[in-house]
């Protein structure tokens, strides 16, 4: 048995779809299995990411497990949910004697300081040393799908607002997609010990590559145009998330721009197949659809 965090969302559900075509039994863990919208043939067990009890009983008997940390963006304090649910997550692999671990993890991980958001993955790695005779730790580079809360702009106004600059300068992205099939692939990798994977795009695309991409999708002229971390704070305030979330998410960029958030040059690297082109496609295709 094969079980996925977050099969109900982009990189778990990638995960799941790859392990069942490869013939493997995948157990989906959800916060609410009533409501769960997931492929035939799939186990469903309920967990709550913060509870170690739950997910211990959702990790029973399997041979891997795929975890990652939720968000809490409402949270005063955006670091204090993800360190309990790292604490629940490792508890629970060490708890139910899971073999074989893969964790969701991110570029810039192993730094303690001046990463925002990221710095709850620096967290997770560090519970999850240990707990597990086999532990990878997937570190993706920036998610080709964040694209998506831009796409409303390019396509009514023509305009791709990005905080990363020089707004010509490749930067390191991969697809969801890539992400959740190399994590079913090496769950089902018989490798004992601890290893860093890092985790990227075909190739590096820029800001003025993405808006070039968007032209030719939509149909029509779409320029590449300079954004701010006010400008982000501001949009995730507007959801509903708190200065505290909206702050580290806007640091993530400026660490980015700075230099300061890199991947460490250890571990295996690895290249994806998703072009940006096929994964702006792909959202493109579910905002018609939807």
Known sequence: MFVVMGATGQTGGAALRELQGRGAKVRAITRDPRRASLPEGVEVAGGDPTDSGSLRAAFAGAQAVYVMLPNFPQAPDALAGSRM??????????????????????????LADGTGMIRTLYDFETVLRGTAASITFLRAADFMENWASALPVARSEGVLPSARTPLGAPTETVSTEDIGFTAAALMLDRVAGERIVNLFGPQDYSPVDAAAVLSRLL????????????????????????????????????????????????????????????????????????
């Open 219 to 290: 149909g029509r002229p779409v320029t590449a145009v300079p954004g701010n971390r006010d400008d982000t704070v501001a949009a995730l305030l507007a959801m509903g998330a708190s200065s505290d979330y909206a702050e580290k998410v806007a640091e993530i960029t400026d660490g980015l721009n700075a230099g300061r958030i890199y991947f460490e040059p250890v571990g295996e690297r690895r290249r994806g197949n998703v072009s940006l082109e096929e994964a702006l496609q792909r959202l493109l295709a579910g905002a018609a659809s939807g």
């Open 85 to 110: 649910a790292a604490q629940a997550i490792a508890n629970a692999v060490r708890e139910a004697r899971v073999p074989r671990v893969v964790a969701l993890s991110s570029g810039g991980a192993h």
